[in-house]
């Protein structure tokens, strides 16, 4: 049996993973800031069991990566989901001169600094699986080919998050790591104005993901498997 670690797991993307990879039979490591708040998370314990580990985790928090290091370093873990993201209101609107400084910290501490805490933290449960997988959810909004003026914190962060991917890449050939497009989907971040539902995007990623091979590693990809530009 496989497991997957997923942060952001309480709603959105992150939490339509929680729900296809149980469904699948997979084990998952379900991590989110709030549990207790996570309502919807936590009434899949019942229905689940042990296949449903829910952890708290602030990706922004060192304590919180040092107890479940401490915890899961033992761990078998296959795949590592680093999903949980932040994004300003308006971010597309911004221009240089509107853009504050705190929230471009604060997009660059949870987008980016946050997934290479997570690496950090659950690369030696990876080392454990004979077929260990990194998806960091990416957006074309990191791509400085679709540099627009706007957006700077997010895009920022997220173009960033790029870089960790290609880097870390060429680092550990024993994983594979890519960055994944999810689409404009039906979440709080992508708002109403999206094309896709959750449970549409979280199920062509699945295939995606079991799909993947050694050659794919560092990769930037979109739904249907295509390359994004850098």
């Known amino acids: ?132 997988r990194i998806i960091n959810m990416a957006s074309l909004a990191g791509s400085i080919s679709s540099a627009n003026g706007f957006g700077y914190a997010y895009r920022m962060s997220k173009c960033a998050l790029n870089m960790l991917t290609a880097c870390y890449a060429k680092e550990n050939t024993e994983v594979i790591s890519i960055a994944l497009r999810p689409g404009w989907v039906k979440t709080a971040m992508g708002g109403v104005g999206a094309n896709l539902e959750v449970s549409e995007s979280v199920a062509k990623m699945v295939t995606i993901i079991n799909k993947l091979q050694a050659s794919d590693s560092g990769r930037f990809i979109d739904l249907e498997l295509q390359d994004s530009r850098w």
Do not use: W
């Open 1 to 132: 049996m496989e497991t997957v670690l997923i942060t952001g797991a309480n709603r959105g993307i992150g939490f339509g993973f929680v729900k296809a990879y149980l469904e699948r039979g997979y084990q998952v490591i379900a991590c989110c800031r709030l549990p207790d708040r996570a309502v919807e998370l936590q009434s899949l314990s019942a229905e689940y069991g042990d296949l449903l580990l829910i952890e708290q985790l602030d990706v922004a928090s060192s304590i919180d990566f040092d107890r479940l290091h401490a915890k899961y370093k033992h761990f078998k873990i296959d795949i590592l989901i680093n999903n949980a993201g932040v994004i300003a209101q308006y971010f597309d609107k911004l221009t240089l001169a509107q853009t504050n400084a705190d929230d471009v910290l604060k997009a660059l501490e949870i987008n980016a600094i946050g997934a290479m805490r997570s690496v950090q933290c659950f690369e030696h449960s990876l080392s454990f699986s004979s077929n260990p």
